[in-house]
Nanobody, 126 residues
């Protein structure tokens, strides 16, 4: 059974930093696409940053590309999202998601992911 355990998040002022972590279990030795999506009230869920745990290839939403960094942890299928220079528009519920198998340039599309965490709130005040 696949499980995604999220940690991190919280509240910060604009310009501050937060870190999110996610550990996935139940995939065995499979490589996965794994990363973070977010959903603000009244808006659709959107991809933020994803990593392919096979090669380490990363995919970023354009608006976070120079501010957020996704990386793999030492343990298999663990990822961390370092969020710097946070802006009020980054405020949302952030969800960790994962799926096995190559999806390439669909990496930031929420609908292709099969497994989701429960979410953690990120609030950025101006």
């Amino acid at each position: 059974q696949v499980q995604l355990a999220e940690s991190g998040g919280g509240s910060v002022q604009a310009g501050g930093s937060l870190r999110l972590s996610c550990a996935a279990s139940g995939y065995g030795d499979s490589r996965v696409f794994m990363g973070w999506f977010r959903q603000a009230p009244g808006k659709e869920r959107e991809g933020v940053a994803v990593i392919w745990t096979g090669s380490g290839a990363v995919y970023y939403r354009e608006s976070v590309k120079d501010r957020f960094t996704i990386s793999q942890g030492n343990a298999r299928n663990t990822v961390t999202l370092q969020m710097d220079d946070l802006k009020p528009e980054d405020t949302a519920m952030y969800y960790c998601a994962a799926r096995p198998g190559w999806i390439g340039d669909r990496a930031l599309i929420p609908e292709v992911y099969t497994d989701w965490g429960q979410g953690t709130q990120v609030t950025v005040s101006s």
